[in-house]
């Protein structure tokens, strides 16, 4: 089973997903734009049980970003807890589609998430202004943004190359949303 959210779930609930196999899609952005709660994620990993983020889209979290939920999720875990070394980066780098039990190793079974490569630029984000000291992965971890992101491939597919996607028009995309939206009201 793969637990969407978990923002109600008590102890006892925590342990019976650990014990059964149970995994959890957590999406800290949609949980508080919707006043839901806080998943207890600290005890849900020191529990082992399989983590992935989600944006949960784009009606509840209007930041569809995985680099915004994992900055996100960390500090929620810390401010919940009051404890600002609540959860390690290394459990939220780790987190992935809560399917896969073990570490990426490019095989794929029937079901399992196409695989997927991301390059991005340093220059974006703050990193590059850190050099190479163990504060640096604490900066590149809480200051990388989608904006860092050049290129995606998926499943051996180039989706997304020097920044534009390969396979979709903007301007279709952008024509389509002023069609949709032509008469939504100016907040």
């Known amino acids: 089973m793969i637990a969407v959210h978990g923002c109600w779930f008590d102890a006892g609930e925590r342990a019976v997903l650990a014990e059964r196999g149970g995994a959890l899609a957590y999406c800290p952005g949609s949980n508080m734009f919707l006043g839901d709660g806080v998943t207890d994620l ?7 049980v399989p983590v992935g983020l989600g944006t949960d889209g784009g009606c509840s979290n209007n930041r ?17 807890r009051t404890d600002g070394q609540a959860i390690r980066r290394r459990d939220l780098l780790r987190a992935r589609h809560p399917d896969r039990r073990g570490p990426s190793s490019g095989c794929r079974s029937a079901g399992s998430p196409r695989a997927t490569a991301a390059t991005w630029s340093p220059s974006i984000s703050t990193t590059h202004r850190c050099g190479r000291s163990r504060r640096s992965k604490r900066t590149w971890f809480y200051s990388l943004s989608p904006r860092a992101i050049s290129d995606v491939v998926v499943d051996g597919q180039e989706v997304v190359a020097a920044r534009r996607l390969c396979h979709v028009a903007l301007d279709e995309i952008q024509s389509r949303v002023r069609v949709l939206t032509h008469d939504w009201r100016r907040a």
């Open 42 to 48: 600290v005890d849900l990993v020191a529990r082992g």
């Open 64 to 80: 569809v970003s995985v680099f915004d939920e994992m900055r996100t999720a960390a500090l929620l875990q810390k401010v919940h």
